[in-house]
């Protein structure tokens, strides 16, 4: 036998305590994939999804994305929808505006009338379709209600013409050979007058005038832009009678003050 050798002395091994693992399992389960994890992680500890996501906040509706216009909106919180509705607001107020123009302009234009002071305007020329001898046209212009211009028949017509276009407030009429009650039956009177008003770019505007058979003058609102020319036209003679003819004594234009 071979001799032994002495042994070597052996180290002793290390001994492994256990340590205690925290409970994995107290926490909120991943919610993708349902394994536990321990509690303020922000990630899992498996796949690595994030435990507490931040809510997003629910989109807007539509209706509240309109206005103001200069919110902002996300995705998803009805942006087609809200540009959809202001072209259609935008549409609809300009067709509004089209359609309400002339009305408004109109009302704008009357307002001013009444807030304004009315002017006399003269004629720069009187011509008449038809005359009685020394009874003219132009006598309805010369400021003196005991003259007038005397018409053979119903149908004649007198025409005045003025030097620049002007805003045709008011029209005031004096029917009759006079405004004195004695001398107003001696002659035959229109109680219907067809008004033709010419403006500047050549419409007309036409407007059945009716008079009442009594002395004096008589006032009749027009509010006609831009006049040129104003024609009268007699009809519905009352008293005339052989040897009388139609008679209007005064004619007067106001424009805006």
Sequence with gaps: MLPVQPAKPVAPRPVVRPVAEPDEGAGAPCPACGTPNPPGRRFCRRCATALNPVVQPAPLPWWRTV?????????????????????????????????????????????????????????????????????????????????????????????YTFRKPFRLVDLILTNGPSKSPDDYPRQARALRVDLEVTTQDGKQHRKQLTLGDTPGPQPVHTGISDVKTVRLVLHAPVGLTRGRHLALAEVEFFERG
């Design 67 to 159: 206005w103001p216009l200069r919110r902002r909106v996300r995705a998803s919180s009805g942006r087609a929808v809200r540009l959809v509705v202001i072209l259609a607001v935008v549409a609809a107020l300009c067709a509004a505006g089209l359609l309400l123009l002339p009305a408004g302009r109109a009302l704008f234009e009357d307002t001013r009338d009444k807030l304004g002071k009315p002017k006399p305007v003269t004629p720069v020329a009187v011509e008449a379709s038809a005359e009685v001898p020394g009874h003219p046209a132009k006598n309805t212009t010369d400021g003196a209600s005991n003259r007038y211009w005397g018409a053979p028949a119903p149908g004649a017509s007198v025409t």
